[in-house]
């Protein structure tokens, strides 16, 4: 009994020991995430409140609004095959996440005023927009209220309804429950390193009605690219910590439950959606609805992908014909505006915003 009391004793104290070292790599890991974030962006301040912001590239500007969950780091993730086509990215973090206070803006509404302000102060005068998921109301309410500063729409993925009244409707909301919070997060980075094959097909499953099968097989095809399988690290790593997103998560869940119809002949720029086949998150007849509104707009369905889009064999070939159709717009615009281009923010800055090799 007496050896038996000694050994449990020292495994006692060896777990106490993992336990303690695990929790200051978790605080590590944290803090420098959080401090990466903060040099990443900068504030501007707006009459409806401080926003933060980033800008990465250099060439015609296309804004980009982020999902839930998300932040100006989940814009620059998406921004970077823009920029790798020619783009000047502009990212923004929408109200409640990361260090765009709440009282920015609640609404859709208000938020698209908040970054129609932001534009204007960053001598903006027009530019592509590219809404991602959740983000994607507040793109068509930029669309739709200040359609003088938007050259031409895309969304990916868009939210087009009310996501309903289950309490944990929106893809944020999930996440944040399944992850528990930031030490989830820590985790699921761990499984990233280890196994970013196992990662990735979790991820592919997020707001989808894939098959484990295809999940499988779409996580073997980003592995095989090295574009994409940056992509999807750096989308995984747009979502951490979540603790500086709650807000917004938390926001996002109470006002996309009754989001206002966008009415025929309210959105003037033209527009591409691309979605999966798969789509779980987002009825296809609210898309259709959608595009039905503005003539010579354009559907892009990726047969058997998810909720996150571009995705599998075709992820080179998409972003191609998404630049392509940013690309017309901007000519159409550099006609009566030459000089409508963006400076690079940092010459030595890659464009990736938080590197990913830092998740």
């Known amino acids: 009994m007496k050896r038996y009391g000694i050994w449990a004793s020292l495994a006692g104290g060896i777990i106490a020991v993992i336990l303690l070292l695990t929790a200051g790599l978790f605080q590590l890991w944290k803090n420098h995430l959080l401090e990466k974030l903060d040099q990443g962006s900068s504030l501007a301040t707006v009459p409806q409140g401080v926003i933060e912001y980033a800008k990465r590239g250099d060439g015609p500007p296309?804004?980009?609004?982020?999902?839930s969950p998300g932040g100006y780091d989940q814009g620059l993730v998406y921004g970077n095959e823009l920029a790798k086509r020619g783009?000047?990215?502009l990212s923004v973090s929408r109200p409640g996440y990361l260090r765009t206070p709440l009282q920015t803006g609640l609404r859709p509404e208000d938020q698209a005023d908040a970054i129609a302000s932001l534009l204007t102060s960053l001598g903006i005068r027009e530019c592509g927009v590219l809404g991602l998921g959740e983000g994607a109301p507040c793109a068509l309410q930029l669309a739709k209220r200040h359609p003088?500063?938007?050259s031409s729409l895309g969304l990916l993925s868009p939210l087009t309804s009310n996501l309903g009244t289950l309490p944990m409707a929106s893809i944020g909301y999930q996440l944040f429950h399944d992850l528990t919070g930031?030490?989830?997060?820590?985790?699921?980075?761990i499984l990233l390193a280890v196994n970013p094959h196992k990662a990735f097909e979790s991820m592919m499953a997020i707001g989808s009605s894939l098959s484990p099968r295809r999940c499988n097989t779409l996580a073997g095809e980003a592995l095989a690219s090295r574009d994409q399988r940056l992509f999807l690290k750096g989308l995984a790593g747009s979502v951490m910590p979540l603790s500086p997103r709650e807000a917004g998560i938390i926001n996002d869940n109470a006002q996309l439950k009754d989001l206002i119809p966008i009415k025929m002949g309210a959105l003037k720029a033209p527009m591409l959606i691309v979605r999966g086949e798969d789509e779980s998150h987002s009825p296809i007849q609210g898309t259709e609805k959608l595009i039905s509104l503005v003539s010579g707009s354009k559907l892009m369905v990726l047969p058997s992908v998810g909720f996150i889009v571009p995705a599998g064999k075709g992820y080179e070939e998409t972003w191609d014909k998404i630049a392509q159709f940013f690309k017309n717009q901007?000519?159409?615009?550099?006609?009566?505006?030459p000089g409508q281009k963006m400076e690079l923010k940092n010459q030595d800055?890659?464009?990736?915003?938080?590197?990913?090799?830092?998740l």
């Open 182 to 189: 930031d030490l989830g997060c820590f985790y699921f980075r």
């Open 87 to 89: 783009f000047g990215i």
């Open 62 to 67: 296309v804004l980009v609004i982020h999902g």
């Open 330 to 337: 901007a000519n159409s615009a550099a006609t009566s505006d």
């Open 148 to 150: 003088a500063q938007v």
């Open 349 to 358: 800055d890659a464009g990736l915003g938080v590197p990913v090799h830092d």
